[in-house]
């Protein structure tokens, strides 16, 4: 495979909400979105209401490039730096984002969501159901990611 | 946001398997996979191995591009037609794939998992950890999927 191929992508629909950009992480355990499909997309959603949670895979439309490959989790020096690729943040070389969704209503071309972290307006590029194959009973995470559970108020990823 | 936006993703490393394509979807729950970071991109592996399991995404490359957007689940009649968002086939719109993945090691830039139903050779696009957030106790799934588990030799997703 040559590196230098490139992939791209189109949008399929758009992510609504009425959280602000600057709520988002902190709400985003219950906040509830609106996700659009386009109408030449929707023959895709035949059988989605079946499912109770989906994955969303959304662009990081407004995310800078990122210029380091390792980062303090969340901007806090009191945490080892990570590589990007070992936290969830919004700067990894490609910029997609990733979330498990509960999934509360489908009308027409309209997914009503729970706990789709992503701002207003972001491109949506996939839909996947979540199936029992995507469960990891008691997944194994880093010292410092148990840890930041721990401080109160601290409820970003 | 405009529909004509694109997105363009470079690959960051590439999937080696010994198992040939045409038996990744039987043996997809055992398979053991290796996957090579390119060196311009280890620096973002720092501390993932403290991470049991990861999302892997990739882009399906020698998937055609789909002609529809509903299909027969694994093109088995018996079962109803679903759209493509509703299952995890290679034909969504943006051919890109996403497993969860065991972490057995790491080792340089090169990462040995478990259960990643990708072919040899597939560009890697992404990786992200997989921690308790991702878990969902017990996710819906339309009786299609379920009834399918109980056919014999039937492991396909």
Chains 1, 2 share one sequence.
Do not use: C
């Not at 109408?39 to 994955?55: A, K, N, T, V």
């Not at 020096?77 to 700067?91: I, K, L, W, Y």
């Not at 009503?112 to 307006?121: C, E, I, N, Q, W």
């Amino acid at each position: 495979m040559s590196r230098d191929v490139r992939i791209e992508l189109q949008p399929i629909g758009v992510i609504h909400t009425d959280v602000p950009d600057d709520e988002v992480a902190r709400r985003r355990r219950d906040m509830v979105s609106t996700i659009e499909v386009w109408p030449e997309f929707r023959d895709g959603l035949l059988g989605i209401d079946g499912y109770s949670h989906l994955f969303v895979l959304f662009a990081l439309h407004r995310a800078d490039a990122p210029t380091r490959l390792t980062a303090h989790p969340r901007g806090d020096t009191s945490r080892p730096p990570q590589g990007v690729f070992a936290a969830r943040g919004r700067n990894h070389p490609n910029g997609l984002g990733l979330a498990v969704v509960e999934l509360l209503g489908v009308d027409g071309g309209r997914l009503t969501v729970r706990k789709l972290d992503a701002f207003d307006g972001t491109p949506l590029i996939d839909l996947k159901p979540y199936d029992s194959y995507d469960v990891v009973a008691a997944p194994r995470v880093p010292d410092w990611w148990r840890s930041r559970t721990l401080t109160p108020r601290d409820d970003l990823r």
